[in-house]
C-alpha cells in the first residue's frame, strides 16, 4: 500500500551473512507491524511481529526493531541461509483497530551458497 | 481445523464474464479481508468485513463486490471482469486481538485469476 514503504526491492547476500530489510510508515495511529515471508507460489506466512509499545523483538535468527518516532521498522536475519531465499512483506495496521493491514511492495531475498 | 480454503485455485476468464472466488475459515475469526498480489506491488487491500453482515472497503475496491451473510464465508465478486483484474488473490482472516497480544492475519492458498 501507498502507505508503507520498502527496500530494498532486491537483496543478494552470501550464506552467513546478515541481511537487513527497512520500511517506513506514514499513518502515526499504526501501533502492529507484521513480517510475512512468500515462497514461490505459495501463501504468506507469517514470520515475526511487533506492536508499538515495544522496540525491538527477536525469534532465533531474525530481529525487528521499530522506531515509532521516526516511523520506520526493519527486518534482520543473521546468519543466512539459502531456505531463507524468498520474498519478505513488511506491513502496518491501519490506524490502531488493528483489522487491516497497509502492505510494502516486498524485497525479493536471494541466500547464494 | 481446515484453516482458510480458497476456491478454485486457478480460473481463466474473458472480458465482461462474471465470477464468485470463494472463501471459507472454520475458525470462527471475526476479520475476513481480500487481497490482490501483482508483481512489483505488494498486496494490496480490497475489501475487508469485521463481522457477519459488515463489511467495508479496502485500498483498491472497483470491480469487485463482497457479502458477509455469516462467519465462515467472505465470497468476493466480479461482476464483468476485466484484464486489469488479471492477479493472484489471497483471502486472509483473523480472530479478535487477546489483550496485549495481536492476533496473526491467516492467509488461504490463493487464486490466480486470469481475464482475457
Known amino acids: 500500500g501507498e502507505n508503507v514503504e520498502q527496500h530494498p526491492s532486491t537483496l543478494s547476500v552470501q550464506e552467513g551473512d546478515s541481511a537487513v530489510i527497512k520500511c517506513t510508515y506514514s499513518?502515526?495511529?499504526?501501533?502492529?507491524f507484521p513480517w510475512y515471508k512468500q515462497e514461490l507460489g505459495k501463501r504468506p506466512q507469517l514470520i515475526i511481529d511487533?506492536?508499538?509499545?515495544?522496540g525491538e523483538k527477536k525469534d532465533q535468527r531474525i530481529a525487528v526493531t521499530l522506531n515509532k518516532t521516526a516511523k520506520h521498522f526493519s527486518l534482520h536475519i543473521t546468519e543466512t541461509q539459502p531456505e531463507d531465499s524468498a520474498v519478505y512483506f513488511c506491513a502496518a495496521s491501519m490506524g490502531n483497530s488493528g483489522y487491516a493491514l497497509n502492505f510494502g511492495k516486498g524485497t525479493s531475498l536471494l541466500v547464494t551458497p | 481445523n481446515a484453516g482458510v480454503t480458497q476456491t478454485p485455485k486457478f480460473q481463466v476468464l474473458k472480458t465482461g464474464q462474471s465470477m464468485t472466488l470463494q472463501c471459507a475459515q472454520d475458525?470462527?475469526?471475526?476479520?475476513m479481508s481480500w487481497y490482490r498480489q501483482d508483481p512489483g506491488m505488494g498486496l494490496r487491500l480490497i475489501h475487508y468485513s469485521v463481522g457477519a453482515g459488515i463489511t467495508d472497503q479496502g485500498e483498491v475496491p472497483n470491480g469487485y463486490n463482497v457479502s458477509r451473510s455469516t462467519t465462515e464465508d467472505f465470497p468476493l465478486r466480479l461482476l464483468s471482469a476485466a484484464p486489469s483484474q488479471t492477479s493472484v488473490y489471497f483471502c486472509?482472516?483473523?480472530?479478535?486481538?487477546?489483550?496485549?497480544?495481536?492476533?496473526?492475519?491467516?492467509f488461504g492458498n490463493g487464486t490466480r485469476l486470469t481475464v482475457t
Open positions: 475458525m470462527n475469526h471475526e476479520y
Open positions: 486472509a482472516s483473523r480472530p479478535p486481538d487477546r489483550s496485549l497480544s495481536h492476533s496473526p492475519l491467516h
Open positions: 499513518d502515526s495511529a499504526s501501533n502492529y
Open positions: 511487533i506492536r508499538s509499545n515495544v
